[in-house]
């Protein structure tokens, strides 16, 4: 089973809260792609740091699509859609959003996500390396330790066809440790050093 958990990243949650939404929340509509989200912890994550800063009206224009190899069928979509998880993958969620988003599920030990939350979040199984986006004009697109899994020259493609898909002025942020090459630096602009966060330029 993929390693995964809710508010994984937090300074990236911070920067996505406190230098993407204020753009985006400009738009009609608001649409993200989480490449390689395993099964769901960080779209759901993304999807609580959105509907808490765009507000119950606010948060209804918007769309987080989810994607994933799932290459050993290990089906999860059937687990994102059903939005119960088990208590050490939420435990390092901050309490108060966990008391407002998560009950206790039938299952001891087990939580479930609330529906207004499930609602903003599809599945789509779908494997980067095909260089196909599930749709385009992305306001931002999250690909975390996901790309460490493909060569340098796959890399520079799927970062290319993210760059193409996303709207002007559109986020893309991948994780810490990965570094944008060198050849495509000039297609983003860094906004901030402590998370590997461009916007397109
Ligand atoms: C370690 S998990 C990361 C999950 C989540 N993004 C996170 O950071 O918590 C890596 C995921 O990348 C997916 N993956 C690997 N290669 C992929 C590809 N070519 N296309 C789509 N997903 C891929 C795997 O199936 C796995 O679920």
Same mark, same amino acid.
């Given at each position: 089973?993929?390693?995964?958990?809710?508010?994984?990243?937090?300074? +990236?949650? @911070?920067?996505? %809260?406190?230098?993407? $939404?204020?753009?985006?929340? %400009?738009?009609?509509?608001?649409?993200?792609? !989480? +490449?390689?989200?395993?099964?769901?912890?960080?779209?759901? &994550?993304?999807?609580?740091?959105?509907? *808490? +800063?765009?507000?119950?009206?606010?948060?209804?224009?918007?769309? $987080?699509?989810?994607?994933?190899?799932?290459?050993?069928?290990?089906?999860?979509?059937?687990? $994102?859609?059903e939005g119960i998880y088990p208590e050490e993958t939420v435990k390092r969620i901050p309490k108060d959003i966990f008391r407002k988003y998560f009950s206790p599920n039938n299952r001891p030990g087990y939580f479930k996500i609330a529906d207004e939350?499930?609602?903003?979040?599809?599945?789509?199984? @779908?494997?980067? %390396?095909?260089?196909?986006?599930? %749709? !385009?004009?992305?306001?931002?697109?999250?690909?975390?330790?996901?790309?460490? @899994?493909? &060569? *340098?020259? *796959?890399?520079?493609?799927?970062?290319?066809?993210? @760059?193409?898909?996303?709207?002007?002025?559109?986020?893309?942020?991948?994780?810490?440790?990965?570094?944008?090459?060198?050849?495509?630096?000039?297609?983003?602009?860094?906004?901030?050093?402590?998370?590997?966060?461009? *916007?397109?330029?």
């Amino acid at each position: 089973m993929a390693f995964t958990f809710f508010f994984r990243d937090l300074p +990236a949650l @911070h920067a996505i %809260r406190d230098h993407v $939404i204020p753009e985006l929340r %400009r738009h009609r509509y608001i649409n993200v792609w !989480d +490449a390689g989200c395993a099964m769901g912890p960080e779209p759901y &994550s993304l999807a609580i740091i959105f509907r *808490e +800063a765009l507000g119950c009206y606010g948060f209804k224009r918007m769309k $987080i699509y989810a994607t994933d190899l799932d290459e050993e069928s290990h089906q999860f979509g059937k687990i $994102i859609a059903e939005g119960i998880y088990p208590e050490e993958t939420v435990k390092r969620i901050p309490k108060d959003i966990f008391r407002k988003y998560f009950s206790p599920n039938n299952r001891p030990g087990y939580f479930k996500i609330a529906d207004e939350i499930m609602q903003c979040v599809s599945f789509q199984k @779908h494997d980067l %390396r095909t260089l196909k986006p599930v %749709r !385009d004009n992305f306001g931002l697109i999250v690909c975390k330790n996901v790309l460490l @899994h493909l &060569s *340098e020259s *796959e890399r520079v493609n799927v970062i290319k066809m993210f @760059h193409k898909f996303l709207m002007p002025g559109g986020f893309f942020v991948t994780e810490q440790t990965q570094k944008m090459p060198n050849q495509i630096v000039h297609l983003f602009k860094q906004i901030t050093t402590n998370v590997q966060l461009f *916007e397109k330029r």
